[in-house]
Every structure is written in C-alpha cells, then in structure tokens.
C-alpha cells in the first residue's frame, strides 16, 4: 500500500455517514500509537503535519516515519498538511510527497483566500494532491496565528458554492463553533455546534465533504491526570463526543484531533514520573505514553468517528 489521497475515503466516508480522524503528528510515538489503533480497528487515516511539527521533527523525517507505519499497517494512510499558510509551503509538502494538503487562507479577505487557494489547487492537481480550503475563521492558537476570543467568525453558506466552484478544492473546512486548543468553551459554558449552518452548507454543497478543525473533546481524565500530578491547567471544555458523532453522521468526513493527543501524552508522562521520580530512559515515560494515544485514538475511532472496519 502506498500512501493515498483523501478522494475514496471521503466518497465512503460521505454515502456510509461517518468521518476520518485526522491527527496531527510530531514523533515517531504519537505516529505508532495511532497507526497501531487504526491497524487494530482496520480504520483509513489522515496523519497531519502542521508547519511547526515540520519545524520541530524535519520533513524527512516525518515522511519516512509514516512510510514505515504504511509498511507496518498496510492501512490507506493519507499525508496532509495541515493549515498550510503559504503557496510555498504547500508546494514544498506537495514536492516532498504528501498526498493532501490544506490552504488555510480564512485569515485573509475572501477574495485574496479564493485566489490564494485557487494558485494552490491548480499546482496539487496537477500533481495528483488533493486541497483542504477554509471558510470562517476558528479561534484558538494554531502556529504563530491566534484568534482572539470574539474574532472568531461563523461560515457564511451563501458563500461556499461560489468559493468550492471558483477555487476548484476537494474538502472545505467550516466554522460552526469549534476552536483550536484546551479551551474551547468558558467554565460554565454550555458546548454548542451550529449544526444549522453545517445544514445549510451541505444543502448548498450535496455530496461535498466538510472538515472540522478544532475537534478535541479535551477528555477530562487526562486534564485530571495531569493536574493530579503536578500539572496545573485551568477548567478546560472541549467538544462533546456525542456532537461530534452527529457532525460525522451528516457531510462533515474528516475530524481534526490534536490537542487530546498531547493531554494523552502528557497526563500519561506526568503520572509516570509522579509514580517513578528516580527513571530517566525516555524508553520507560514514552512506552505508556504511546500506550495512553493508542488507546485514546482507538475510543476515538470506534465510538465518535464510526470509522472502524472501514479500511
Ligand atoms: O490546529 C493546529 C494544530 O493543533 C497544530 O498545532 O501548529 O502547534 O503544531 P501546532
Ligand atoms: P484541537 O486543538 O481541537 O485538537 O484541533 C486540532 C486541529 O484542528 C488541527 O488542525
Ligand atoms: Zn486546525
């Protein structure tokens, strides 16, 4: 198997009503504790490479680790970059073998990301990759970008037929109330989705797969793992599992994961050390750690993606 594009699995993805887990990925660790869920469940897989995880691991890198997890699970595993800010960007991951990435122009006007992505589109095609674009912009931190709280803004419906005719991409990611990071919601906030524009958007778009970005349910026990052994992080509320089941029954086919990864990692390394203050071979924090994503990304795959069986 080599590594694919995004176009099968989201055609089965749309017509079986359920959605692709896209991870984002930093180390050989994270990328065998997912790979090794996704291969127990026969699960399809986007593994994503944010340009800071690029940044911090190298590009090589990362590519050959992922061909080895193809090697070992025989899955259809898809290499995507994720929130590609610049044409040079994209083409340098297009050049350096990923089979998807996205152009996240959001942040800039609409005409400007139309024309950005469109530039993207048409150089990924040609070179058989296929383009994530975004329309509405999330809050939260991704890279050096932040959006502030309240500068978020929702997808606009009346815009994504013209902006998916005009700019040619295969998947659009859209706003309806998810945001980057471990803090999603104020402590007493009540979760919400705007599952009305999801609606609309997809009777605007039949048969077009969405994306949501921001996905983390931000699971509980590894916040309380991680302030029960020395951590110290503020209420944080994520997406609850069950909105983001009913997200992946209707056109959203791909949902991003991030954040619960580095809980998982974290809570599980905190507690290691917690229990083992004297152990210094990393071998021994990230066998557990490795365990704690798998095990994490499994839950993730069978009870909120559906997308067990489906390889
Ligand atoms: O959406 C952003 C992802 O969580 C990637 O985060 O840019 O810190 O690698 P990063
Ligand atoms: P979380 O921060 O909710 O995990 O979102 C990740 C993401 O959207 C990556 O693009
Ligand atoms: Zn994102």
Redesign the pocket.
Known sequence: MALVTTKEMFKKAYEGGYAIGAF?V?NMEIIQGITEAAKEQQAPLIL?V????RK?ANHTYLVKLVEAAIIETDLPICLHL??GDTFELCKSCIDGGFTSVMIDGSHHDYEDNVALTKKVVEYAHDHGVVVEGELGKLE????DVKVAEGEGSYTDPDQVLDFVTRTGVDSLAIAIGTS??AYKFKPGMKPQLRFDILDEVSKRLPGFPIVL??ASSVMPEFVKMINENGGNMPDAIGIPEDMLREAATKAVCKI?I??DL?LAMTGTIRKYFAENPSHFDPRQYLKPAREAIKGMVAHKIVNVLGCNGKA
Do not use: F, I, P, T
Request: cysteine-free.
């Open positions: 984002n930093n994503q944010s340009s800071g995880a911090y994720d929130h939260g931190v991704e890279d980057h990071g970005h921001g991003n991030d954040s580095r």
